[in-house]
């Protein structure tokens, strides 16, 4: 029974990292199909802190759609597992630290799992996080003074693949007369 047990759990986490890196590979290539099939209806992403980050599966689609626009990608830097979950450690980039010539955010993210789909993100911090969140909202400031000395919007309610494309264009004006 016991190896059965532990034969079970190393299929899963083995099912569970594939998962995984196909839910990263499919972000990063905007399949908005393939990011659907890979998680739950009920599908979240919450800080260690509770706070949500995405709230659901249309949230996520938006967010993927806006971060087409902007190259969002994310690296995985590893893959570990505990029990049923997926702990990897993840670098995060997009646009806006190109434009803005911020510093890449890392992060360990927990995967959980139902059904042989993603149920939820836990994001945590790693050491360094606030240090690098400090300077990477300084150059976000020096973005938003721009912005409101030339009268151009650069925030808004929600993510989705219109305003990524709208803050594409002020970024590379940013970019342009920041080189």
């Given amino acids: 029974m016991i190896i059965i047990s532990c034969s079970s759990t190393k299929i899963n986490n083995s099912k569970n990292k594939e998962i995984v890196n196909s839910f990263i590979n499919a972000r990063n290539n905007y399949n908005i199909e393939k990011v659907s099939s890979l998680i739950e209806n009920d599908y979240s992403e919450t800080f260690i802190d509770g706070s949500k980050e995405i709230e659901n599966k249309t949230q996520l689609i938006d967010g993927i759609l806006w971060g087409k626009e902007l190259d969002s990608k994310i690296k995985l830097l590893?893959?570990?597992?505990?029990?049923?979950?997926?702990?990897?450690?993840?670098e995060n980039t997009?646009?806006?630290?190109?434009?803005?010539?911020?510093?890449?955010?890392?992060?360990?993210?927990?995967?959980?799992?139902?059904?042989?789909?993603?149920?939820?993100?836990?994001?945590?911090?790693?050491?360094?996080f606030y240090q690098i969140s400090k300077f990477n909202s300084e150059r976000y400031k020096e973005f938003v003074k721009y912005c409101n000395q030339n009268n151009l919007t650069y925030n808004h309610h929600s993510f989705n693949q219109e305003f990524g494309i709208h803050l594409r264009k002020v970024l590379e004006k940013y970019k342009n007369v920041n080189e």
């Fill in 78 to 90: 590893s893959m570990n597992s505990d029990g049923n979950k997926i702990i990897t450690i993840e």
């Fill in 94 to 128: 997009n646009y806006l630290d190109v434009a803005l010539k911020r510093k890449s955010r890392k992060f360990k993210i927990i995967y959980t799992f139902r059904n042989n789909k993603i149920l939820n993100q836990k994001i945590d911090t790693l050491p360094g």
